[in-house]
């Protein structure tokens, strides 16, 4: 089963700077990958997701992430943080044979004024 | 529309009382899954179905059973076996082919009396 690492639990940024979530994965092999927000006492919704092709996906909300192979990384960026961005980011994985996503432990993210 | 629906959203459990937590999809998906999440953990694969009458146990299946006699019906008895069942129980569903997105419904909250 895949292994996915979120660094950092919580992050802080201000409104208007750069957020950055960082996610590792453990495959050798490129899978298929994810990144979901959850608002407080609310199910996922799906940012944005790579499978294959070009290695910077856009998503919603003004969100990106790049796969990098090389690194096994999956960052999320947005260049301006606003306040509605407050909630937890979870990054998710699935072999290309698997339909099962493998989630890390999330990432909470506020927004200071 | 077309959706998930979880129910109830806050369900409270006796010593030694099975309770069940209700998931129904309109989307036409084939699979579909229950989470537990708790706080810093991300979430957990309970079980899972691929097709009606058929399921699989997940990362922590104990205590915890499900049935799949409908497409659009999955749901979770949380037995007396488990004993520590507060958590956000999120319910998904996904076509099975490899890259999809899972959507999630709005989650139960379940807790001990």
């Known amino acids: 089963a895949q292994s996915v690492t979120q660094l950092g639990s919580h992050v802080s940024v201000s409104e208007g700077a750069l957020v950055l979530l960082r996610c590792n994965y453990s495959s050798s092999v490129p899978p298929y990958l994810f990144w979901y927000v959850q608002y407080p006492n609310q199910g996922l919704q799906l940012l944005l997701k790579?499978?294959?092709?070009?290695?910077l996906v856009k998503g919603i909300n003004g969100f990106e992430a790049e796969f990098k192979k090389s690194e096994t990384s999956f960052h999320l960026t947005k260049p301006s943080a606003h306040m509605s961005d407050a909630a937890e980011y979870f990054c998710a994985v699935s072999d290309r044979n698997d339909y099962k996503l493998s989630f890390g432990a999330g990432t909470t993210v506020t927004v200071r004024a | 529309d077309g959706g998930i629906t979880q129910s109830p959203k806050y369900l409270f459990r006796k010593e030694g009382q099975n309770v069940t937590l209700s998931c129904e999809q309109n989307l036409n998906h084939d699979a579909m899954y229950w989470y537990r999440q708790d706080p810093g953990q991300g979430l957990r694969l309970i079980y899972y179905s691929q097709i009606v009458n058929d399921f699989q146990k997940g990362d922590i299946a104990e205590g915890y059973s499900v049935s799949r006699e409908k497409k659009e019906s999955f749901p979770l008895t949380v037995t007396s076996a488990q004993k520590n069942p507060t958590a956000f129980y999120l319910c998904?569903?996904?076509?099975?082919?490899?890259?999809?997105?899972?959507?999630f419904g709005a989650g139960t909250r379940l807790s001990v009396l």
């Open positions: 790579y499978t294959t092709g070009a290695t």
């Open positions: 998904a569903s996904s076509v099975t082919s490899g890259g999809n997105i899972q959507y």
